[in-house]
């Protein structure tokens, strides 16, 4: 009788362990689709659809002929303003060249123009901000001052004079867009630099004995990127929109260059009889820039 007593409680044992180990794997079932739903809830769709659209717009700089197997500037003959179709899904301007061609192959310059400005923009502005708010005294007030003359001028007149001067064409306008974006990045990187310069980890370093362009590389610069990568992103959808406006004014690529700016000019004088000529390019630097606009209000919200 001990014999069976004792198996019984032993079947008890593994009765309720088997029970607590359901219970735990049950557990840890719901934990796991807690956490699914609440990263399903996280999805932004406006977030994803953002990045999508930048994403389609890179491959077709980079890729072009995956997405039409038109020229982006040979016409076809007896094709002249024909209206969207199954053949032209966004129709053909007044050469005959499919306008859906010309503005993925106009990507390219659209976007290869808005790095080279940002790039400008972020590379010399972030310096000049580091400095001026890593050396303060009389370095800070030089640069500064130098930016306050900067920010004063008008951003799209500045970009005008620049272009005349150096002469027409993307690489131009990009790099006239780029030098007007320098004081505000130097001014957001400065005062990004001055409060992670304020702050008590960088104190512990210097009083830890670490040297100045030590701690500046490894604490200051690194923690004040954040707000000027996010500012990046923002100035990425304004560049496009400089550019393109640079370009639709006749300072940009030459003709037959497709460049979206470009674009939206050639088909004014045609807006009453192919209204798509200015209309899609035009809906599409608008996308581009909001999308972009999107991606950076995302950065800033993982900075808060």
Known sequence: MSGLNTTGRSLLRGDAGL?????????????????LLARARGIQP???????V???VVLWALFPAWFTSYSGTVGVARQQLRAPSAEHWLGTDALGRDLLARIIYGASQSLSGAFVAVGVGLL???????????ARGRVDGVIMRGVDVLLSIPQLLLSLSIVILLGFGTVNAAIAVGVTSIASFARLARSEVVRVRASDYVEAAF??????SRVLWRHILPNSLTSVIAFAALQFGWAILTISTLG???YGAP???????LLIAEGRNYIARAWWL????????ILVVLSANRISQSFGKVRT
């Open 255 to 261: 003709p037959p260059t497709p460049e979206w700016g």
């Open 248 to 250: 639709f004014l006749g």
């Open 278 to 285: 200015t209309t899609v390019p035009g809906l599409v630097v």
């Open 207 to 212: 009083g830890s004995g670490g040297t100045f």
């Open 124 to 134: 010399v502005g972030t310096s000049l901000g580091l400095i001026a708010g890593s």
């Open 54 to 56: 930048i994403a389609v």
């Open 19 to 35: 029970l607590e180990s359901s219970s735990s794997f049950r557990s840890s079932l719901t934990l796991a689709g807690a956490g």
């Open 46 to 52: 406006g977030l994803v659809a953002s990045w999508f």
